[in-house]
Nanobody
Framework: QVQLVESGGGLVQAGDSLRLSCAAS????MGWFRQAPGKEREFVAA???????????FYADSVKGRFTISRDNAKNTVYLQMNGLKPEDTAVYYC??????????????????WGQGTQVTVSS
């Protein structure tokens, strides 16, 4: 059983930064998704289980240049550094693990396990 625990959410002002963490029980391709009230869950960022030349991170266009995904393999932890937060970033953020993939996908169907989510609220 894969266990995922997110942390780091909170209430911040526009322009502030937050770093989300996802502690996993193993080393997997990982993704971050978010869901705002009344909206569908959307892809945010993902990182491969194995790094190699050519790229191993992926981002939604809406967060490119502001968010950075990274991992600490010694801790089986994935991070999402969020800079320049905007009110439209307000959502519950979920981390997810894809146990059958090396390169992560961009849809929720590509992931097998999900964390409980952490709330990020950005005030204007």
């Amino acid at each position: 059983q894969v266990q995922l625990v997110e942390s780091g959410g909170g209430l911040v002002q526009a322009g502030d930064s937050l770093r989300l963490s996802c502690a996993a029980s193993g080393r997997y391709a990982m993704g971050w998704f978010r869901q705002a009230p009344g909206k569908e869950r959307e892809f945010v960022a993902a990182i491969s289980s194995i790094s190699w030349s050519g790229g191993s991170t992926f981002y939604a266009d809406s967060v490119k240049g502001r968010f950075t995904i990274s991992r600490d393999n010694a801790k089986n932890t994935v991070y999402l550094q969020m800079n320049g937060l905007k009110p439209e970033d307000t959502a519950v953020y979920y981390c997810a693990a894809a146990t059958l993939r090396v390169v992560p996908g961009k849809t929720s169907r590509d992931y097998d396990y999900w964390g409980q989510g952490t709330q990020v609220t950005v005030s204007s």
